[in-house]
């Protein structure tokens, strides 16, 4: 038989033919139609709101979906309060809401326009400590310090809720007065992890300062 006119085009060849020719075919294609195919923004309504937080007076307009966490983190740049695990399992991210413990990764700002926040910055600074900071200093009640600003927001609150009365779900009467314990400050600080495992230093800390507010 004779022998094929037609020349043999390797593998190689082909691939580097084909590669050429798509990216020939990729910069023919116009920029308004590339324009088209990009996704519309994912900017939500914009909303104006008053926040109060550590005493001072801040005007915001936010995104309506924005955290509280964000809005102290990425606005007002506070960012003693930790993002941690952003779905309210960790307690990194607690602040005192209106009075009130509560984790700021689960609400969003706009929901407490007029409000009052305190964070770990409005509690006290390295020069002036809140009592809890020092007996966390005293009793080496963190290592990493990551969970710390949070585990003294909520032992704020928790000192507040026993000054008030308020119960927890190991109170045996829920009608007396309940006593700092041990378990009732480890159930009531349940919601704060410390993945360094300084807990008892921690219930050593919040204890001294509960007993003296006695």
Known sequence: MDSPTTPLISRRSALIAGAATAAAVSTAVPATAAAQATPPSAAGPLMKLSLTVNGQAHALQLDTRTTLLDALREHLNLTGTKKGC???????????????????????????????VTTIEGLGTPQHMH??????????????????????????GVIDEVRRGIPSHVSADLNARPLLSADELRERMSGNICRCGAYSNIVDAVTEVAGSRA
């Open 86 to 116: 952003d779905h309210g399992q960790c307690g990194a991210c607690t602040v005192i809401a209106d009075g009130r413990r509560i984790n700021s990764c689960l609400t969003l700002a706009v929901m407490h326009d007029g409000g009052q």
């Open 131 to 156: 009592p809890l900071q020092a007996a966390f200093v005293k009793h080496d009640g963190y290592q990493c310090g990551y969970c710390t600003p949070g585990q003294i927001c909520s032992a704020v």
